[in-house]
């Protein structure tokens, strides 16, 4: 079946145009306002360092609500009495139809990371390659390992894990890392985020690498804000803590309150990588990481990001050089 998509301007409230178009028996709305827009940014800035320029584009100047009608005599019918019931002009474009839930997969292809990782999007093969597949289903979770950030981090870890490493994923998302850093030798990886979607998320993609909560266990929490939550993770009470490596591929605003109470979960020669540093903040984070009592032993960087491995001061074998 194809689709009438319907495109309605807000002269005045949002609300009161959803709560008239529905009254007319539309339903499935979505509601683009750049007020909106800008106020879930305000709310949230300390979760992310910039905002792509094609996204604020897209809600630059708009306020309007869309909805769908089926390409057909019902459906059209139902668009003229829209058109009759409100005062203002009404765009409509007509859409294919299409797998809307599955074509997003058509932009996902194995990724090779390091020298012995590869990403495998679940829904494709592994192939021919000597590398260890990581199995992944991204869903609503960030990490795919296609971002700069993720993909530096899990560089860092590739290069500084150690077999049989306890492992903590700080902001885990789609668990990744936590993933990747037992397919590389780690023997028990934990993990916390601040989306209750995480856990489930990080589960799923977990036991597609045939791993169960024994070896990768994933919490919802904000470890900024909760001490009880840092004194379980740290505690001992998740893997046998304190950690060998954390990780942190957040952005700097969360990474430089987080930087001094690293202590809390790093063995004395553990490592704490961060990623997600934007171009601009790299030194903002790399102060922070001094300022807590750590020493920088590596620096990558590409298409603008930054990510970090660190040691506690003193702790920084002579084998390790800075990059």
Request: glycine content about 10%; charged content about 25%.
């Amino acid at each position: 079946m194809d689709w009438l998509e319907i495109s309605v301007p807000a002269d005045g409230s949002i609300d009161a145009l959803c709560e008239a178009l529905e009254a007319l028996g539309v339903g499935g709305m979505v509601v683009e306002d750049e007020g909106d827009f800008r106020r879930f940014l305000a709310e949230n800035q300390k979760y992310w360092d910039f905002v792509d320029e094609a996204l604020e584009a897209r809600f630059t100047g708009v306020s309007r609500v869309k909805f769908y009608l089926p390409d057909d005599g019902a459906g059209r019918a139902s668009l003229e009495t829209v058109r009759a019931a409100l005062t203002v002009p009404v765009a409509v474009k007509a859409v294919a139809d299409s797998d809307w839930e599955n074509n997003w997969r058509a932009y996902y292809e194995p990724i090779e990371i390091g020298e012995r990782l590869r990403i495998v999007p679940a829904w494709l093969e592994a192939g021919d390659s000597n590398r260890l597949p990581l199995y992944l289903d991204p869903g609503l979770s960030f990490g795919t390992g296609q971002h700069a950030s993720t993909r530096m981090c899990l560089k860092l870890l590739e290069l500084h894990l150690k077999p049989g490493a306890r492992v903590l994923d700080i902001g885990c998302g789609s668990g990744v890392l936590g993933i990747g850093a037992i397919l590389l030798g780690a023997a028990f990886a934990a993990g916390c985020d601040i989306d209750p979607l995480a856990p489930e998320a990080a589960a799923r993609n977990a036991a597609l690498n045939g791993l169960g909560p024994d070896k990768f266990a994933v919490c919802q929490g904000d470890i900024l804000e909760d001490a009880a939550l840092r004194k379980n993770l740290g505690g001992g009470q998740t893997a046998g803590c304190p950690y060998d490596l954390v990780l942190a591929n957040i952005v700097a605003d969360v990474i430089i309150p987080l930087a001094p109470l690293i202590r809390e979960f790093l063995r004395p020669d553990g490592i704490f990588i961060c990623s997600g540093v934007i171009e601009g903040r790299q030194s903002d984070v790399e102060r922070a990481l001094t300022s807590a009592g750590l020493d920088v032993v590596s620096h990558l960087q590409e298409e603008g990001w930054h990510s970090f491995a660190a040691v506690l001061q003193g702790a920084m074998p002579t084998s390790r050089r800075r990059r």
